[in-house]
């Protein structure tokens, strides 16, 4: 158990709606990460927050959004869902305090989301 | 520039033997890598890593091994057990990057 949580576990919506994953961090950690996980990408980063705030953007389309609050945990909500959505979405946390500039990522159990 | 390469894409050993995983890199500024085991179901979890300072690191029954001239490191897994069968993933990332950008994947199978 890495100790990052997230809910749901399983997600099951219809193309055009909207949903919202959420991910609960390590105690302690700052940074929180999202990745998306599919068959013909594999495992993409999207974004990175640290301690509220947007620190690094990867290849996250504009209908996908996120935000990290107070407490730290994050919530990444996915609208005008498409077919191709469709994937595994994981949550990974680290303390964000490395001298050397790279924590280890630990890594939440993910979210599978169908688009139907 | 930003790709990890990663291979073979699935690999079949038996109980005992010793598999191995290779990646290779292009970004001279990857300074971090780390290997992650996901079992179906399960987030990727960190088994290993390594930095370009060191040819070599060991951690139990794994161990990877370096060539930074190369550009390429690799995994091997001794004494590898039917619990081993999982997808391993490398990945790579440098200082002040913080994202990970993770090879493709290797779907490892220890036959018992």
């Known amino acids: 158990d890495s100790g990052v949580t997230q809910t749901p576990k399983h997600l099951i919506t219809a193309t055009g709606q909207r949903v919202t994953l959420r991910c609960s961090p390590r105690?302690?950690?700052?940074?929180v990460y999202w990745y998306q996980q599919s068959l013909d990408q594999g495992l993409q980063f999207l974004i990175q927050?640290?301690?509220?705030?947007?620190?690094a953007k990867g290849n996250i389309l504009e209908r996908f959004s996120a935000q990290q609050f107070p407490d730290l945990h994050s919530e990444l909500n996915l609208s005008s869902l498409e077919l191709g959505d469709s994937a595994l979405y994981f949550c990974?946390?680290?303390?964000?305090?490395?001298?050397?500039?790279?924590?280890?990522?630990?890594f939440g159990p993910g979210t599978r989301l169908t688009v139907l | 520039q930003q790709q990890v390469k990663q291979s073979p894409q699935s690999l079949i050993v038996q109980k005992g033997g010793i598999p191995i995983i290779n990646c290779a890199y292009e970004n001279t500024a990857f300074d971090y890598f780390p290997w992650y085991q996901q079992f179906p179901g399960k987030g990727p979890a960190l088994l290993i890593a390594?930095?370009?300072?060191?040819s070599e690191k060991k951690e139990g029954r794994f161990t990877i091994s370096f060539n930074k001239s190369a550009k390429q490191f690799s995994l091997h897994i001794m004494d590898s057990q039917p619990g081993d069968s999982a997808t391993y993933f490398c990945?790579?990332?440098?200082?002040?990057?913080?994202?990970?950008?993770f090879g493709t994947g290797t779907r490892l199978l220890v036959s018992p």
């Open positions: 927050y640290y301690n509220g705030e947007e620190r």
């Open positions: 390594i930095r370009p300072d060191v």
């Open positions: 105690s302690g950690d700052l940074s």
């Open positions: 990945a790579a990332s440098y200082t002040g990057f913080q994202k990970l950008v």
């Open positions: 990974a946390s680290s303390p964000g305090t490395s001298s050397q500039g790279t924590d280890t990522q630990y």
